[in-house]
């Protein structure tokens, strides 16, 4: 059975007469940049994240490196990000000519590790970005403690995580700034490139605005050295088409998650990410998170380890992630998958510290074995909304057949 990892074209194909329409109403408009269109999604996106000010920008990318900007963040300072993120996190960091700091990441819930964040804290750190990955929050408690306690900014990297929750706030509400991405892939997708940025401060809104248009205020009179950030009106448009059914995607998307994991667990020797593993802090976050070793991460029982979602997250299921232990098993199940026609992902090869550009830029490099093992064992399987039953049963099918198959000593 043809299982792909998404499919984007049924989910805006059964909208299509509304989508059809604000395109119309855009066309008829004459307006082509920023105006009404964009200020509707502005306040639709502030309301559902919690926010007082949200800014439509022209991609997730764009809303990180804005935010870094509007923090005044440049050369000579240090901006910490996990490594086991998408690059853009760790490329803007680059772009306003900061030094990337790459912090290493915890086994269960596939974040930044709290412990390791403190240890690359400087006297030259100026921000720190969390990523919430996969749609799961990082540990913002621990994340917002260790920023004051060092008198520095947080950007939250939320472009996996809309309308997420961390001990009943939404993610992109905590830190200085929220950067949230509506690339097609991501939970709500648009079409083509877009973002927001979010913040509850006036003063940086204000200053983030200006910066998303040259920096200029009024036209021509350059207060900073801005750029063009800007959302489309038409893409504003086409996503508010999408946004009032955003709340049903999510709840499919956890029905899928819930059914993966009541599933696959009955499988002997599927194992679920253990909280004994957990880098992060349990609720009274006074607690020492335990070391990341190969030793703590290594399951002898479970060979294919579910993804966890800590109790006081809510998660939205961007990716439905799993880890496959044991050299090249990893791999071996990707093609296995591949050969019944299952789609998967990758998310990601190679974390930042390893990369090519940042060696080269003098970032990187060091030992982060949580990370370095995750690249190697995580696979993210088909979790999008509109999976039939029988495509899930599939996957799971698949999965089991090839436990079923897996050598005694792998
Ligand atoms: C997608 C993504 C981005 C960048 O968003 P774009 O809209 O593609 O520019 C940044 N960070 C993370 C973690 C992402 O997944």
Redesign the pocket.
Known sequence: MNVPLLDLKSQNLALEAELNSAFTRVLRSGQYILGPEVMKLEGEIARLVEVKHAIGVS????A?LLALMALGVGPGDEVICPTF??F??AGCIARVGAKPVFVDSCPVCFNLDVADLERKITPRTKTIIP?H?FGQAAEMDAVMAAAQRHGVTVIE?A??ALGAGYRGRKVGSIGHFGAF???PS?NLGGFG?G?MLVTNDEALAEKARLLRTHGSKPKYYHKYVGGNFRMDPLQAALLGVKLPHYHEYTQKRKANASYYTDNLSKIPGVGMASAAQSKCPPANAQHAPSECSEAALAEPEAKLILPGAYAWNDPIWNQYTLRISGEGRRDALKSFLAERGIGTEIYYPVPMHLQECFSRLGSGGEFLPCAARLAKECLSIPIFPELSRIQIDAVIGTLQQFRLQAPAHA
């Not at 991609?59 to 764009?62: K, N």
């Open positions: 991609s997730g990318t764009d990180i993120t998408f853009a996190t990523v990955l990297d472009a996996q991405s509506f690339f991501k490139d973002g």
